[in-house]
Each structure stands twice: as C-alpha cells, then as structure tokens.
C-alpha cells in the first residue's frame, strides 16, 4: 500500500513539472518572458571605474592588509621577547599577556585571509 502511495506521489510531481515547463515554455513563445536579468555569474569578473579588475583589486588590498598585519605580528613578537629579557626568571609583565594575546588574534586574521 506504501509502494502505491509513493508512485502516485511520483506522477503528481512529474505531471506538475511537466506542466510548468510546457507553461514556462509557452510563455517563452508568446514574449512574455519574466525571468531576473542577467548579471553574470559568481565566475565573471567586474570591471572598476578605473578599468582594474574588481577581483584584482580585492585581491591587492587583501594583499595589503595582511603585509600590515604581518609587519604589526613581528613589532609584537618583538616587543615581547624584549619584555621578557627585561622580566627576568619569574616575573611576566601582564602588559606582555596582553600583547600574546594580541599576537594570537592577528596570527588568526592573517591565516584568515590567506585561506581566503
């Protein structure tokens, strides 16, 4: 009885689909056409006003941000292993816990955007 029900289902949808293609189609025909405009695919690259490629100039200021943040990474880094000579065998300055901590968030944004 399971199996009946299943088939009949079957016909319904099929005979549904192939009356919305012969509509679609007839709709076609006459020029009644109501589809959404054509505005390229997630493949197409745009054009900026200046005539540079959208993707290239994403891909340049990405590139940008992330020689800022890189260069920020080793001024931190740096900092730290200072500190850390200064400080001496049991102290740590919660100044360098912060920066760590810091450190740790740029090295995430940075692998962020290169995975991009």
Known sequence: MGYSRRAAV?????????????????????????????????????KLPNGKSQKDAMAEQEHSEALKEANRLVGLATEVKEELEKAGNFVVPVSTLHKTEEIEKLARKIRGRLKM
């Open 10 to 46: 079957r016909c319904l949808l099929a005979s549904a689909l192939a009356s919305g293609v012969d509509a679609q189609r007839s709709g076609d025909q006459q020029g009644d056409n109501h589809h959404l405009p054509d505005i390229g695919g997630p493949d197409e690259d745009r």
